[in-house]
């Protein structure tokens, strides 16, 4: 089984070497676009010789993703009625996008390996400037693969988690642009306004991000609103979605967890019961 070592460029990303003068650079650069812009790229975090295996490896678990078409709105909420038809949560979506659950991909794959390195997580809670970060006690959504077919787009949303975490694995031949709109809403200012204005078409706040395959996105999505445009051509697109928390054993909901892969495990329905959640399907 490959070590972190061999698919990290350790010279570039020194995991092992918390607070060593690379370290450092690479997390105060991190926090500075953060703080700014909301979004960074680490650039080739997978070494570029391991990308063909990195697609690979994506490619043979893309026919595990759980595929149903989802009306949803920006907030993942429930329809509504009594909100007027301006606002942003009457604008009716569709997510087209599919998703391979952790349990279906195997443990000597890469992002397997990257998602669990200390080394990692130690980084990323610097650059988040956070105590610690925990991967997902979550079976299926801890690590998934976030597969976007040719046609299909990944709608206008709002994260509910404050920080996210992706891998690009397989590049489309055209489209498939990463947009949001940093800091379109805050904390006790939701800014329904400009929030339905993007969902209009203004294109005003709207910023991108160059995406290649080995690159690390680090995004804080829940206060920004962001999509995945169409994919053109005939090739999907693939991202790892590796999920962390500030706090440890996070459970997804039985709910959300049905919406997205189609079945829940026994952990989902503990953590519901735990947790005194009424539904429980």
Known sequence: ????????????????????PRWVEVVEGAREELRARGATVLRDVVRPALRDRLRAEGDAVAP?????????NVYNTDPDP??????????VLSRRNAFVAR????????IQRLYADPGLHALLAACFELPAVHPLADPYSGLTLNVVAPGDDHPWHFDTN????SLLTRAPEAGGTFEYCPGIRAPGAE????V???LDGDRAPVAHLDLRPGDLQ?????????????VRGSTPRHTAILAYSDRPGVVGSPTRTRQLFGRVAPAHLAGAAARGDALLD
């Open 82 to 91: 009594t909100l007027s038809a301006d606002h942003p949560a009457s604008v």
């Open 218 to 230: 680090l995004f804080r999505g829940r206060f920004a609103l962001h999509r995945v445009t169409t």
């Open 162 to 165: 404050e920080i996210a975490v």
């Open 103 to 110: 349990d279906h991909i195997p443990a000597g794959h890469l």
């Open 64 to 72: 595990e993703a759980h595929t149903a078409v989802a009306r949803v």
């Open 1 to 20: 089984m490959i070590d972190v070592a061999d698919v990290v460029d350790r010279a570039r990303y020194p995991l092992d070497a918390p607070g060593s």
């Open 196 to 198: 339905r204005a993007v």
């Open 191 to 194: 800014n329904l306004a400009a």
